[in-house]
Protein backbone atom coordinates (compact mmCIF):
# COMPACT_ATOMS: atom_id res chain seq x y z
CA UNK A 1 0.00 0.00 0.00
CA UNK A 2 2.91 2.38 -0.58
CA UNK A 3 1.33 5.46 -2.08
CA UNK A 4 2.03 9.05 -1.15
CA UNK A 5 -1.18 10.73 -1.65
CA UNK A 6 -2.31 13.16 0.85
CA UNK A 7 -5.90 14.19 2.64
CA UNK A 8 -6.36 17.57 3.68
CA UNK A 9 -6.84 17.50 7.34
CA UNK A 10 -9.82 18.61 8.99
CA UNK A 11 -11.12 19.86 12.32
CA UNK A 12 -12.28 16.65 15.13
CA UNK A 13 -15.97 18.03 14.13
CA UNK A 14 -15.69 18.17 10.46
CA UNK A 15 -13.57 14.72 10.43
CA UNK A 16 -16.14 13.06 12.80
CA UNK A 17 -19.17 14.04 11.29
CA UNK A 18 -20.02 10.78 9.20
CA UNK A 19 -19.78 9.19 12.73
CA UNK A 20 -21.63 11.82 14.78
CA UNK A 21 -25.19 13.27 14.73
CA UNK A 22 -27.20 16.41 15.27
CA UNK A 23 -29.36 16.91 17.95
CA UNK A 24 -33.25 15.73 17.31
CA UNK A 25 -36.32 17.92 16.22
CA UNK A 26 -39.45 17.69 18.49
CA UNK A 27 -41.71 14.98 17.18
CA UNK A 28 -44.17 17.34 16.85
CA UNK A 29 -42.03 18.59 13.77
CA UNK A 30 -41.87 15.45 11.96
CA UNK A 31 -44.27 16.66 9.36
CA UNK A 32 -42.85 19.79 8.18
CA UNK A 33 -39.12 18.60 8.35
CA UNK A 34 -38.96 18.01 4.70
CA UNK A 35 -39.95 21.55 3.92
CA UNK A 36 -37.78 23.19 5.97
CA UNK A 37 -34.82 20.82 5.60
CA UNK A 38 -35.27 21.83 1.70
CA UNK A 39 -35.44 25.74 2.73
CA UNK A 40 -31.85 25.00 4.49
CA UNK A 41 -30.79 23.76 1.44
CA UNK A 42 -31.99 26.08 -1.05
CA UNK A 43 -30.33 28.65 1.32
CA UNK A 44 -27.08 26.79 1.36
CA UNK A 45 -27.05 27.18 -2.56
CA UNK A 46 -27.28 30.49 -3.09
CA UNK A 47 -24.64 31.24 -0.22
CA UNK A 48 -22.52 29.00 -2.14
CA UNK A 49 -23.14 30.93 -5.71
CA UNK A 50 -25.93 29.06 -7.05
CA UNK A 51 -23.90 25.60 -6.76
CA UNK A 52 -23.45 23.09 -4.23
CA UNK A 53 -20.82 20.51 -4.26
CA UNK A 54 -22.80 17.18 -3.10
CA UNK A 55 -20.79 16.46 -0.23
CA UNK A 56 -22.06 19.80 1.28
CA UNK A 57 -25.50 18.66 0.45
CA UNK A 58 -25.05 15.22 1.87
CA UNK A 59 -23.94 16.55 5.24
CA UNK A 60 -27.15 18.97 5.08
CA UNK A 61 -29.97 16.69 4.45
CA UNK A 62 -28.12 13.87 6.58
CA UNK A 63 -26.97 15.98 9.95
CA UNK A 64 -28.28 19.84 9.61
CA UNK A 65 -29.43 20.06 13.54
CA UNK A 66 -33.12 18.96 13.67
CA UNK A 67 -33.89 18.83 10.32
CA UNK A 68 -31.44 16.08 8.94
CA UNK A 69 -32.17 12.10 8.18
CA UNK A 70 -29.38 11.28 11.18
CA UNK A 71 -31.27 14.13 13.35
CA UNK A 72 -34.76 13.89 14.16
CA UNK A 73 -36.84 10.78 15.44
CA UNK A 74 -37.83 8.99 12.84
CA UNK A 75 -37.08 4.67 13.44
CA UNK A 76 -34.20 3.74 11.59
CA UNK A 77 -32.87 0.40 11.98
CA UNK A 78 -35.34 -2.59 12.05
CA UNK A 79 -36.27 -5.53 10.40
CA UNK A 80 -39.23 -4.31 8.73
CA UNK A 81 -40.79 -1.27 6.69
CA UNK A 82 -43.92 -1.00 9.26
CA UNK A 83 -43.93 -1.17 12.77
CA UNK A 84 -47.06 -1.84 14.79
CA UNK A 85 -47.16 1.79 15.53
CA UNK A 86 -47.49 2.65 12.09
CA UNK A 87 -43.70 3.82 11.38
CA UNK A 88 -41.51 1.46 10.16
CA UNK A 89 -37.73 1.34 9.79
CA UNK A 90 -35.58 2.21 6.52
CA UNK A 91 -32.91 -0.32 6.52
CA UNK A 92 -31.10 -3.34 9.18
CA UNK A 93 -27.60 -3.91 10.80
CA UNK A 94 -26.17 -7.03 11.45
CA UNK A 95 -26.30 -6.45 15.33
CA UNK A 96 -30.09 -5.93 14.38
CA UNK A 97 -29.84 -9.44 12.56
CA UNK A 98 -28.93 -11.34 15.45
CA UNK A 99 -27.03 -10.85 18.41
CA UNK A 100 -24.51 -13.59 17.24
CA UNK A 101 -22.97 -10.76 15.59
CA UNK A 102 -21.96 -8.35 18.65
CA UNK A 103 -21.30 -11.39 21.03
CA UNK A 104 -18.79 -12.47 18.00
CA UNK A 105 -16.91 -9.30 18.09
CA UNK A 106 -17.30 -9.44 21.45
CA UNK A 107 -14.63 -12.03 21.43
CA UNK A 108 -12.23 -9.92 19.38
CA UNK A 109 -12.62 -7.09 21.51
CA UNK A 110 -11.90 -8.70 24.76
CA UNK A 111 -8.30 -10.12 22.77
CA UNK A 112 -7.77 -6.73 21.57
CA UNK A 113 -8.31 -5.04 25.08
CA UNK A 114 -5.97 -7.33 27.00
CA UNK A 115 -3.17 -7.31 23.91
CA UNK A 116 -2.98 -3.32 23.95
CA UNK A 117 -3.60 -2.97 27.31
CA UNK A 118 -6.43 -0.66 27.28
CA UNK A 119 -9.43 -1.15 29.41
CA UNK A 120 -12.21 1.27 27.61
CA UNK A 121 -14.30 0.84 24.51
CA UNK A 122 -15.32 3.08 22.42
CA UNK A 123 -18.57 3.02 19.21
CA UNK A 124 -18.53 5.82 17.01
CA UNK A 125 -22.57 5.97 15.25
CA UNK A 126 -24.31 3.01 17.85
CA UNK A 127 -27.59 3.29 16.46
CA UNK A 128 -30.33 1.55 18.44
CA UNK A 129 -27.54 0.18 20.75
CA UNK A 130 -27.60 -3.21 19.70
CA UNK A 131 -24.15 -3.83 18.78
CA UNK A 132 -23.40 -2.15 22.32
CA UNK A 133 -25.59 -3.80 24.50
CA UNK A 134 -24.19 -7.43 22.72
CA UNK A 135 -20.71 -6.77 22.96
CA UNK A 136 -20.99 -5.56 26.89
CA UNK A 137 -23.48 -8.65 27.65
CA UNK A 138 -20.69 -11.20 25.96
CA UNK A 139 -17.64 -9.51 27.62
CA UNK A 140 -19.81 -9.54 31.21
CA UNK A 141 -20.67 -13.13 30.99
CA UNK A 142 -16.85 -13.88 30.22
CA UNK A 143 -16.21 -11.82 33.04
CA UNK A 144 -13.96 -9.23 31.43
CA UNK A 145 -16.21 -6.02 31.16
CA UNK A 146 -14.49 -3.02 30.17
CA UNK A 147 -13.90 -0.27 32.68
CA UNK A 148 -15.95 2.24 30.34
CA UNK A 149 -18.46 2.00 27.40
CA UNK A 150 -18.14 5.22 25.55
CA UNK A 151 -20.43 6.48 22.42
CA UNK A 152 -19.51 9.28 20.35
CA UNK A 153 -23.51 9.58 18.72
CA UNK A 154 -25.31 12.86 18.86
CA UNK A 155 -28.38 12.35 18.10
CA UNK A 156 -30.91 12.79 21.09
CA UNK A 157 -33.29 10.64 19.94
CA UNK A 158 -30.77 7.97 19.53
CA UNK A 159 -29.12 8.80 22.49
CA UNK A 160 -32.30 7.73 24.81
CA UNK A 161 -32.94 4.85 22.76
CA UNK A 162 -29.72 3.69 23.58
CA UNK A 163 -29.71 4.60 26.43
CA UNK A 164 -33.41 2.44 27.15
CA UNK A 165 -31.27 -0.50 25.60
CA UNK A 166 -28.29 -0.40 27.71
CA UNK A 167 -30.33 0.33 30.92
CA UNK A 168 -28.64 -2.56 32.58
CA UNK A 169 -24.84 -1.81 31.84
CA UNK A 170 -25.46 2.09 32.72
CA UNK A 171 -23.01 2.83 35.55
CA UNK A 172 -20.60 1.81 32.49
CA UNK A 173 -21.30 3.66 29.26
CA UNK A 174 -21.14 7.27 28.61
CA UNK A 175 -22.21 9.79 25.73
CA UNK A 176 -19.65 12.65 24.52
CA UNK A 177 -19.77 14.51 21.42
CA UNK A 178 -15.86 15.41 20.88
CA UNK A 179 -13.03 13.65 21.30
CA UNK A 180 -10.69 13.84 24.30
CA UNK A 181 -6.98 15.06 23.72
CA UNK A 182 -5.65 11.56 24.51
CA UNK A 183 -7.99 8.18 23.39
CA UNK A 184 -6.88 4.70 24.39
CA UNK A 185 -9.27 1.80 24.24
CA UNK A 186 -10.59 -0.38 21.63
CA UNK A 187 -12.36 1.46 18.86
CA UNK A 188 -15.45 0.16 17.04
CA UNK A 189 -17.31 1.17 13.76
CA UNK A 190 -19.75 -0.56 12.30
CA UNK A 191 -21.46 1.33 9.13
CA UNK A 192 -19.97 4.46 10.04
CA UNK A 193 -17.80 4.75 7.04
CA UNK A 194 -20.09 4.80 4.36
CA UNK A 195 -22.79 7.63 5.94
CA UNK A 196 -19.42 9.88 5.33
CA UNK A 197 -19.92 12.55 3.11
CA UNK A 198 -18.54 11.82 -0.39
CA UNK A 199 -17.55 13.77 -3.18
CA UNK A 200 -18.81 12.76 -6.85
CA UNK A 201 -16.91 13.08 -10.03
CA UNK A 202 -17.61 12.27 -13.64
CA UNK A 203 -16.09 11.85 -16.45
CA UNK A 204 -17.10 12.83 -19.58
CA UNK A 205 -15.99 11.30 -22.75
CA UNK A 206 -13.15 8.92 -23.39
CA UNK A 207 -10.24 8.46 -21.51
CA UNK A 208 -7.73 10.40 -24.09
CA UNK A 209 -10.43 13.71 -24.60
CA UNK A 210 -12.13 13.19 -21.63
CA UNK A 211 -13.08 15.91 -19.08
CA UNK A 212 -13.42 14.95 -15.50
CA UNK A 213 -16.60 17.00 -13.30
CA UNK A 214 -17.44 17.69 -9.88
CA UNK A 215 -21.23 16.76 -9.32
CA UNK A 216 -22.93 19.31 -7.48
CA UNK A 217 -26.83 20.31 -6.44
CA UNK A 218 -28.30 23.44 -8.33
CA UNK A 219 -31.84 24.69 -8.74
CA UNK A 220 -33.64 24.89 -12.01
CA UNK A 221 -35.37 27.78 -13.31
CA UNK A 222 -38.54 26.71 -11.91
CA UNK A 223 -37.02 26.27 -8.29
CA UNK A 224 -36.55 22.27 -8.46
CA UNK A 225 -33.26 20.52 -7.36
CA UNK A 226 -30.82 19.28 -10.30
CA UNK A 227 -27.76 17.70 -10.75
CA UNK A 228 -24.97 20.30 -12.46
CA UNK A 229 -21.34 19.65 -12.67
CA UNK A 230 -18.42 21.68 -12.94
CA UNK A 231 -14.55 20.84 -14.48
CA UNK A 232 -12.35 20.04 -11.88
CA UNK A 233 -9.01 18.93 -11.06
CA UNK A 234 -9.85 16.27 -8.83
CA UNK A 235 -9.29 12.86 -9.94
CA UNK A 236 -10.41 9.03 -8.39
CA UNK A 237 -7.15 7.19 -7.38
CA UNK A 238 -6.65 5.40 -10.00
CA UNK A 239 -6.82 5.94 -13.52
CA UNK A 240 -10.15 5.00 -15.02
CA UNK A 241 -9.94 2.60 -18.44
CA UNK A 242 -12.29 2.99 -21.07
CA UNK A 243 -14.29 5.26 -23.42
CA UNK A 244 -17.08 5.36 -21.47
CA UNK A 245 -18.63 8.18 -19.04
CA UNK A 246 -18.19 7.40 -15.50
CA UNK A 247 -19.06 8.34 -12.21
CA UNK A 248 -17.89 7.66 -9.09
CA UNK A 249 -16.80 8.80 -5.57
CA UNK A 250 -13.96 10.15 -3.68
CA UNK A 251 -14.22 10.02 0.29
CA UNK A 252 -11.87 13.21 1.59
CA UNK A 253 -13.92 13.04 4.99
CA UNK A 254 -13.60 9.52 5.77
CA UNK A 255 -10.14 9.59 5.30
CA UNK A 256 -9.70 12.81 6.89
CA UNK A 257 -11.77 10.76 10.38
CA UNK A 258 -8.76 8.57 10.70
CA UNK A 259 -6.20 10.80 10.64
CA UNK A 260 -8.09 13.12 13.64
CA UNK A 261 -7.99 9.41 15.30
CA UNK A 262 -4.54 8.98 14.86
CA UNK A 263 -3.62 12.45 16.54
CA UNK A 264 -5.17 11.67 19.79
CA UNK A 265 -5.02 7.82 19.88
CA UNK A 266 -2.16 6.49 21.73
CA UNK A 267 -3.05 3.11 22.38
CA UNK A 268 -5.71 0.14 21.40
CA UNK A 269 -7.00 -1.48 17.71
CA UNK A 270 -10.06 0.21 15.61
CA UNK A 271 -12.75 -2.62 14.00
CA UNK A 272 -14.31 -0.76 11.14
CA UNK A 273 -17.31 -2.91 9.48
CA UNK A 274 -18.78 -1.46 6.51
CA UNK A 275 -19.40 -2.56 2.66
CA UNK A 276 -17.17 -1.47 0.38
CA UNK A 277 -14.21 -2.45 -2.06
CA UNK A 278 -10.14 -1.94 -2.34
CA UNK A 279 -9.07 0.41 -4.88
CA UNK A 280 -8.88 -1.81 -7.79
CA UNK A 281 -12.34 -3.05 -7.40
CA UNK A 282 -13.77 -0.06 -6.23
CA UNK A 283 -12.86 2.14 -9.69
CA UNK A 284 -13.25 -0.70 -11.73
CA UNK A 285 -14.27 0.49 -15.33
CA UNK A 286 -17.34 -1.70 -15.37
CA UNK A 287 -18.50 -0.05 -12.15
CA UNK A 288 -19.64 3.53 -13.83
CA UNK A 289 -22.55 4.53 -12.35
CA UNK A 290 -20.64 4.78 -8.73
CA UNK A 291 -21.84 3.10 -5.64
CA UNK A 292 -24.36 6.13 -4.09
CA UNK A 293 -27.62 5.02 -2.79
CA UNK A 294 -30.56 5.65 -0.82
CA UNK A 295 -32.18 3.74 2.00
CA UNK A 296 -36.00 3.85 2.77
CA UNK A 297 -38.66 1.25 4.37
CA UNK A 298 -36.24 -1.07 3.28
CA UNK A 299 -36.29 -0.31 -0.57
CA UNK A 300 -33.27 1.38 -1.93
CA UNK A 301 -33.21 4.49 -5.20
CA UNK A 302 -30.43 6.40 -6.50
CA UNK A 303 -32.02 9.66 -6.34
CA UNK A 304 -30.46 11.86 -2.91
CA UNK A 305 -32.56 14.85 -4.44
CA UNK A 306 -36.12 13.74 -3.56
CA UNK A 307 -37.77 12.96 -0.14
CA UNK A 308 -35.20 15.10 1.74
CA UNK A 309 -34.27 13.87 5.52
CA UNK A 310 -36.66 10.79 4.99
CA UNK A 311 -34.02 8.31 3.53
CA UNK A 312 -30.43 7.72 4.19
CA UNK A 313 -27.98 8.06 1.79
CA UNK A 314 -24.23 6.09 1.65
CA UNK A 315 -21.58 5.30 -0.73
CA UNK A 316 -19.49 2.27 -0.50
CA UNK A 317 -15.72 2.40 1.31
CA UNK A 318 -12.51 2.31 -0.69
CA UNK A 319 -11.07 0.40 2.16
CA UNK A 320 -7.63 1.17 0.06
CA UNK A 321 -8.30 4.92 0.49
CA UNK A 322 -9.14 4.80 4.37
CA UNK A 323 -5.84 2.18 4.86
CA UNK A 324 -3.58 4.32 2.91
CA UNK A 325 -4.77 7.30 5.20
CA UNK A 326 -4.04 5.56 8.68
CA UNK A 327 -0.61 4.59 7.22
CA UNK A 328 0.04 8.23 6.01
CA UNK A 329 -0.90 9.64 9.86
CA UNK A 330 1.20 6.81 11.28
CA UNK A 331 -0.96 3.97 12.53
CA UNK A 332 -0.58 -0.20 11.27
CA UNK A 333 -2.96 -1.71 9.40
CA UNK A 334 -3.55 -4.62 11.42
CA UNK A 335 -6.08 -6.84 8.97
CA UNK A 336 -8.74 -6.54 6.46
CA UNK A 337 -10.96 -9.55 5.50
CA UNK A 338 -14.43 -10.09 4.29
CA UNK A 339 -17.05 -10.16 7.35
CA UNK A 340 -17.83 -13.58 6.60
CA UNK A 341 -14.09 -14.73 7.13
CA UNK A 342 -13.86 -12.46 10.16
CA UNK A 343 -16.43 -13.70 12.42
CA UNK A 344 -15.54 -17.48 11.60
CA UNK A 345 -11.77 -16.84 12.83
CA UNK A 346 -13.43 -15.07 15.94
CA UNK A 347 -15.57 -17.84 16.64
CA UNK A 348 -18.84 -17.58 15.09
CA UNK A 349 -19.29 -21.05 14.86
CA UNK A 350 -18.76 -21.77 18.82
CA UNK A 351 -20.85 -18.72 19.74
CA UNK A 352 -23.71 -20.24 17.64
CA UNK A 353 -23.47 -23.67 19.02
CA UNK A 354 -26.52 -23.21 21.44
CA UNK A 355 -27.77 -20.44 19.57
CA UNK A 356 -31.99 -20.87 18.80
CA UNK A 357 -33.33 -21.39 15.26
CA UNK A 358 -33.68 -17.88 14.52
CA UNK A 359 -30.50 -16.99 14.99
CA UNK A 360 -29.14 -20.30 13.48
CA UNK A 361 -30.92 -19.35 10.48
CA UNK A 362 -28.97 -15.52 10.74
CA UNK A 363 -25.92 -17.11 10.71
CA UNK A 364 -26.28 -17.52 6.90
CA UNK A 365 -27.06 -13.64 6.65
CA UNK A 366 -23.55 -12.78 8.28
CA UNK A 367 -21.39 -14.98 6.55
CA UNK A 368 -22.93 -15.73 3.42
CA UNK A 369 -21.46 -14.92 0.09
CA UNK A 370 -24.22 -13.72 -1.52
CA UNK A 371 -25.66 -12.12 1.75
CA UNK A 372 -23.68 -9.68 3.89
CA UNK A 373 -20.25 -12.14 4.18
CA UNK A 374 -18.17 -11.07 1.23
CA UNK A 375 -19.85 -7.75 0.58
CA UNK A 376 -19.18 -6.13 4.17
CA UNK A 377 -15.36 -5.91 5.29
CA UNK A 378 -13.54 -5.69 8.59
CA UNK A 379 -10.38 -3.02 8.66
CA UNK A 380 -8.31 -3.11 11.65
CA UNK A 381 -6.43 -0.37 12.86
CA UNK A 382 -3.75 0.39 16.10
CA UNK A 383 -1.05 2.81 16.93
CA UNK A 384 2.27 1.31 15.53
CA UNK A 385 2.73 0.73 18.93
CA UNK A 386 0.18 -1.71 20.01
CA UNK A 387 0.28 -3.18 16.84
CA UNK A 388 3.32 -5.63 17.60
CA UNK A 389 3.52 -8.64 19.10
CA UNK A 390 -0.17 -10.29 18.39
CA UNK A 391 -2.07 -11.22 15.55
CA UNK A 392 -6.47 -10.08 15.89
CA UNK A 393 -8.36 -13.58 15.96
CA UNK A 394 -10.42 -12.37 12.59
CA UNK A 395 -7.48 -11.88 10.54
CA UNK A 396 -5.29 -15.51 11.43
CA UNK A 397 -6.72 -16.75 8.32
CA UNK A 398 -8.09 -15.71 4.94
CA UNK A 399 -6.74 -11.98 6.26
CA UNK A 400 -6.61 -9.82 2.57
CA UNK A 401 -3.84 -6.74 3.78
CA UNK A 402 -1.84 -7.56 0.55
CA UNK A 403 -5.29 -6.74 -1.88
CA UNK A 404 -5.82 -3.34 -0.35
Given at each position: ?7 E ?6 A ?8 A??A?E ?9 Q ?5 I ?7 PF ?8 Y???L ?34 G ?7 A ?24 V????A ?14 S ?6 Q???L ?26 L ?41 R??L ?5 H ?11 A ?16 I ?27 D ?16 N????A ?9 V ?5 Q?R ?12 DA ?14 H ?13 V ?14 D ?5
Open positions: MDDNRRVKTTVEAAAGACRAPAPGAASLPTALRRVDEAAAAGGWLDRFMALVLAPGGYYAHGSPKFGHLPEGVDGQGSDFVTAPELSPLFHTLARQVQALEATGTHEIWEFGAGSGALALQLDALAAGRPPVRYTIVDLGSLRERRSTARHAERVRWVDQLPDLLEGVILGNEVDAMPVQLLQRIGGQADGVWHERGVALTADGALAWADRPSPLPPEIEGPDYLTEIHPQAEFVRTLAERWARGAAFFDYGFPEAEYYHPQRHMGTLICHRAHRSDNPLVDLGLKDITAHVFTGVLAAQDAGLALGYTSGFLINAGLLDVARGPRDQAMLGKLVNEEMGELFKVLALAPASSEGWVPLGFTAGRTHRL
